[in-house]
């Protein structure tokens, strides 16, 4: 199969928010960044794919299989903002509870990650540090051969060395063919550094869908002083910001002719690209 | 998978296990102090309230989320829980069997009844904890522990409350006074009808009870 | 072989990796039929995007440097030097052709243009 999800004009209404209709795709294969700001639907679209939250409209198909076929879970890993277990339980107690749900659990493999992330088979969850609980919930995941995980803010509340050794484990996760990561978050640096393709939601509706360079690559940073903003070029320009000094802004790469050569072109990040997005409430 | 489902729930009560021995040590103190005609009913109704735990645990743990991300039907999740409330009930039953006697030896109020007498109790415990559950099992399925709290524990006791007062307050009226008595002396003539009936309706009542909660808990948005 | 990145240089990710992989082609330092890493296994070492990876391989395979053998690997290809060289002297006339023309808008004359090669060549290493 070519997609790991796919999802057509879902649609769920709750009562201060509504998910209007979104589509879009996650190639297999691949890491698949998740952005958008609080709020902005991320956590309601990853539930409905866990058939966590029912749909009020529109299909979801996740590996091949409907999101509400719970054999598709046997494939899957689920990581949100923290894993779901029983505080008193210890790695042995959590192993010993979802072993018999999955049929190609790996004991053997569960150890070895174990060790691997330095955690301590004994000791209780509520005992551990935050980055551990997210190791845990990995090595859990890893340890039944998934071949998506679906993590939702899986790095944000971790410190940079360990939001890094994620990242290592999310690559190395990756060296099989045929896994997927699809992966929600804010903080836009991480998947600067590993994401192949985004989605990008703002207020329920889809900006962006497509490959990561291709977004950061459409778009620059353009800053001059006051007088060098031509006219015409005001309504190209995205998240305008003008102060005492001059003026700042995003645009597309192919309306950058016409600016005086004063004016100052940079790339941009996905941060920037949320920033000036949601600046005046523009839309790609 | 209903088996797996049950030892998930009773692994996920890590912390109330082991206080599942000081159930009977309190009934027969109780008995002991009390009566020992409710030793059997209360053996059950505690047995009853242990079974809740697995939703009282779930919430604080946000663990009804980790059940959907296993590959388990929303409806094995009830029929799970149900399995487990139902082996608790028959925990309850011998727990309350084995200490009636124990009781009887040291209660300051005796009891011998005969051998129907036990049945009909025991029946009437089934009912009870059928009633009990009606009452909670769906509605804990449907608002989760904190909010079900209310709905399905207060307010049966409040049912109960107000029929047993209701009761009180008819055999009190004026001609009424051998209401009990007469209720009871037909039950004595007719036990074994009167123990069927109420285990009949009991099991009509868990059968209710289950659907509605696999109704409302497949519908339920987490 | 040898592949050091510079993130903050503005050149493209996959094109760094795909130059110094040439590179290291044409130098010989990766000799004809040595097994590259994996896309995959190449991104997780690099600490890159899987697709970042995939690209270059795909660029250097439609330019004749690599080949992927499936189900066993990517291969460096036998050089021909020659076309390589061939293929160079195409892009430098173009190049030279486009020059040239821009120049002559600019209102250079040939004097101009000989001096303007040979300050350009003398900065290029």
Redesign the interface.
Known sequence: MNNAIEIKNLSKRYKNFLLDGISFSVPS???CGFIGQNGAGKTTTM?LM?????KDSGEIEVLGKSGDD?????E?G?L?DQP??????NPI?IE???K???RQWDSKAYHQYLAKFSLDPKQKFKAMSRGMKMKLGMAVTLSHDAKLLLLDEPTSGLDPVMRDEM??VF??Y????DRTIFFSTHITSDLE?????IIYIQDGRIVYSG???ELT?KYCLIRGGEGDLPQDKRKSMIGLREHTAGFEGMIEVTETGGFPPEVVIE?VTLEDIMVHMSRNGETL | MIRKMIALDWRAMKVYQIRFPILPVFVFVFGWLYTPLLVIPLCVIFCLSFSINPFAVEEKGELNKLYLTLPVKRKEVVAGRFALSLILLFCGMVMGIAILPLVNLVALSKWYLSLEWYLTIMALSVLLYAVFNLFMFPVLFRLGYQKGKFWGFYLPIGFFGIMFGGFSGISMLPGNERLALNFLEYASKNLLFISGGMVALGAGLLVLSYAISVKVYSKRDF | MRIVLAYQSGVPIYEQIKEQIKASVLSGELPENELLPSIRQFARDLKVSVITTTRAYNDLELEGYIQTVPGKGCYVKRINGDLIKAKHLAETKTAMATAVRQGKLAGLTTADLHHLLDETEGTIK
């Open positions: 294969g691949y890491i539930k866990l058939n966590m939250a029912l719970e054999s598709l879970k046997e899957l689920v949100f779901y277990f029983q505080e008193d339980w107690d010993r509870a979802v018999p749900f999955y990242l290592d690559r190395d990756l060296v099989e063919e550094k590993i994401a192949d393709y490959l990561k360079d690559e790339t």
